[in-house]
């Protein structure tokens, strides 16, 4: 570790990039631990609730929970293919993508760019509009007709951010192409063949 000797105080002070450089590439016995500890019970979950349908609705209901949290489980690992910081190999990230983007209803190649491009300006409220959460300024909150204040309050709300607005994403937005592409890969879209878009 690279400690440097604080000249005012005198004690050794220590980079924040050499603490976090072990976790700068990644581990693959790790990425294997995760993607069993995650898509097994995920799965198993998922069956058990098949079969319990029958059984009980409230007892699904309650297995539900835990799904989901190995749910979003799984888009960490999407996310992280995304990136490709999941594994060495860019193969390797982009078929495991492939397979959590289908758990969350996401197709992985067109969400992988726009979050490139959303990295890329996140902050710069020049080029808003890609991965983002609608952002005004002062003065363009300010400016606006009350209509446009009112929807930009309402969308701020949390039940707005954090229930409403990740269910609209996930099971509409992303089903519907953002780009002119033909009547083929729309249709391949809809029926849930994620293929690289644009």
Same mark, same amino acid.
């Given at each position: 570790?690279?400690?440097?000797?604080?000249?005012?105080?005198? =004690? %050794? %002070?220590?980079?924040?990039?050499?603490?976090?450089?072990?976790? =700068? +590439?990644?581990?693959?016995?790790?990425?294997?631990?995760?993607?069993?500890?995650? &898509?097994?019970?995920?799965?198993?979950?998922?069956?058990?609730?098949?079969?319990? #349908?029958?059984? +009980?609705?409230?007892?699904?209901?309650?297995?539900?929970?835990?799904? =989901?949290?190995?749910?979003?489980?799984? /888009?960490?690992? /999407?996310?992280?293919? $995304?990136?490709?910081? /999941?594994? %060495? +190999?860019?193969?390797?990230?982009?078929? !495991?993508?492939?397979?959590?983007?289908?758990?969350?209803?996401?197709?992985?190649?067109?969400?992988?760019?726009?979050?490139?491009?959303?990295? =890329?300006?996140? $902050?710069? &409220?020049?080029?808003?509009?890609?991965?983002?959460?609608?952002?005004?300024?002062?003065?363009?909150?300010?400016?606006?007709?009350?209509?446009?204040?009112?929807?930009?309050?309402?969308?701020?709300?949390?039940?707005?951010?954090?229930?409403?607005?990740? !269910? &609209?994403?996930?099971?509409?937005?992303?089903?519907?192409?953002?780009?002119?592409? $033909? %009547?083929?890969?729309?249709?391949?879209?809809?029926?849930?063949?994620?293929?690289? #878009?644009?």
């Amino acid at each position: 570790m690279n400690e440097n000797l604080d000249q005012t105080s005198g =004690a %050794k %002070k220590i980079r924040w990039q050499d603490v976090v450089a072990r976790y =700068a +590439s990644s581990d693959l016995r790790r990425s294997w631990w995760q993607v069993v500890n995650t &898509l097994v019970p995920f799965f198993a979950l998922w069956y058990l609730m098949i079969r319990t #349908v029958s059984i +009980s609705f409230w007892l699904t209901l309650l297995l539900a929970i835990p799904t =989901a949290g190995f749910m979003v489980r799984s /888009f960490i690992i /999407f996310h992280d293919c $995304g990136h490709g910081s /999941f594994f %060495k +190999s860019r193969k390797a990230n982009d078929l !495991l993508g492939i397979v959590t983007g289908i758990i969350n209803f996401t197709p992985y190649y067109r969400w992988r760019h726009e979050h490139a491009i959303h990295h =890329a300006t996140a $902050g710069n &409220l020049d080029r808003r509009g890609v991965g983002d959460i609608y952002t005004m300024t002062v003065k363009e909150y300010l400016e606006a007709p009350w209509w446009k204040k009112f929807g930009y309050r309402v969308m701020r709300n949390p039940l707005a951010l954090f229930l409403i607005g990740p !269910l &609209l994403v996930f099971v509409i937005v992303e089903r519907i192409p953002q780009s002119p592409v $033909g %009547k083929l890969l729309r249709r391949e879209l809809r029926a849930g063949n994620y293929r690289r #878009v644009g």
